[in-house]
């Protein structure tokens, strides 16, 4: 069974430019989750999917984010335009779904955005 | 809200022995899960070891455990026989119990944990 993945593994881009990061959940995992972390800090929540409806987006950083999940399946997330302190390695996460209360949450291995 | 301290940014250990990995939390919540995760370089993130609030019992798995001390909302990582694979970034993290459906995770700022052999 493949693991959550996520494309680019690094992206650098210029400050004002924009950039699309992408996760592909294990298939079946109604759950998706975004997550951040800034260097040296700790992984900040940033938005949880269930299939293709935001339940809680309460972690985004302000409008320049912006998250979807087409169909229920892999979702996007967009930043535009980029600022120096986006700069950070956005990770994915995904668990199978609401009747299992004790789900575990499966990582991807993370993209690295790098914003000059 | 929820947060979560690791006070060790680095830890390094001799092959073979035994390392201990700190993390405290503060919550107002009874009921809540907490959980280790380990993330070798360049590789994904991976669940080593997790711990429901209401167990009075220490969660084990083969050579990782727990000290869970509810009272003092403190959550250490015991590593026994290290061994050169478990040198990765650990980050301990916590889970609400209440909020179903809301399974977001609250982590610490990590400890890298280095194998010397």
């Known amino acids: 069974e493949a693991g959550v993945t996520q494309f680019p593994s690094h992206s650098v881009i210029e400050k004002g430019q924009t950039v699309t990061l992408r996760c592909d959940p294990i298939?079946?995992?109604?759950?998706l989750y975004w997550y951040r972390r800034v260097m040296g800090k700790e992984i900040k929540f940033l938005l949880h999917f269930v299939k293709e409806s935001k339940q809680d987006e309460s972690g985004m950083p302000n409008n320049r984010f912006l998250a979807e999940r087409t169909g229920g399946t892999y979702s996007t997330l967009k930043v535009q335009p980029a600022e120096l302190e986006d700069s950070g390695v956005y990770f994915c996460?995904?668990?199978?779904?609401?009747?299992?209360?004790?789900?575990?949450?499966?990582f991807g291995p993370g993209t690295r955005l790098t914003v000059l | 809200a929820q947060t979560v301290t690791q006070s060790q940014p680095e830890m390094s250990v001799q092959e073979a022995e035994t390392v201990t990995l700190s993390c405290t939390y503060d919550t107002s919540e009874s009921d809540y899960y907490l959980f280790w995760y380990k993330q070798p370089p360049s590789r994904q993130m991976i669940l080593v070891i997790r711990q429901e609030a209401y167990k009075q019992q220490n969660a084990t798995e083969n050579r990782f455990s727990v000290n869970f001390q509810k009272a003092a909302k403190s959550f250490s990582l015991k590593i026994s026989d290290s061994q050169l694979g478990d040198a990765a970034m650990y980050f301990c993290?916590?889970?609400?119990?209440?909020?179903?459906?809301?399974?977001?995770?609250?982590f610490g700022t990590g400890t890298r944990l280095t194998i010397i052999p």
């Open positions: 298939s079946g995992h109604d759950n």
């Open positions: 993290a916590y889970r609400s119990y209440l909020n179903f459906g809301n399974e977001k995770l609250t």
């Open positions: 996460a995904s668990s199978p779904g609401l009747a299992v209360s004790t789900d575990t949450q499966y």
